[in-house]
């Protein structure tokens, strides 16, 4: 069965970095985009960050652009989600996502706290 398990959050502070990543099983990783998406306390689910099958294309939220970088690598059915210059707004659980046959499919999420 599909299987997206994040990994890499924790606590940082304001200005410093993580990088997430979502290692995935149970169908062909290489053939499908992947998303990140991010829920903070009180907030709708929203899109952060997608990267097309073969890596060749991305797509960031406006809010994001310039600090994160969503990268791929299909030989390890793994993407990832660099985060830079980090914010306090940015805290939020982060979900990873694939898209097959019309149904989306969801990791559990790892939380993501920016605090001094």
């Known amino acids: 069965q599909v299987q997206l398990v994040e990994s890499g959050g924790g606590l940082v502070q304001p200005g410093g970095s993580l990088r997430l990543s979502c290692a995935a099983s149970g169908f062909t990783f290489s053939m499908h985009t992947m998303s990140w998406y991010r829920q903070a306390p009180g907030k709708e689910r929203e899109l952060v960050a997608n990267i097309t099958s073969g890596g060749g294309t991305t797509n960031y939220a406006d809010s994001v652009k310039g600090r994160f970088t969503i990268s791929r690598d299909n030989a390890k059915n793994t993407v990832y989600l660099q985060m830079n210059s980090l914010k306090p707004e940015d805290t939020a659980v982060y979900y990873c996502?694939?898209?097959?046959?019309?149904?989306?499919?969801w990791g559990k999420g790892t939380l993501v706290t920016v605090s001094s």
């Open positions: 996502k694939s898209r097959m046959n019309w149904v989306d499919y």
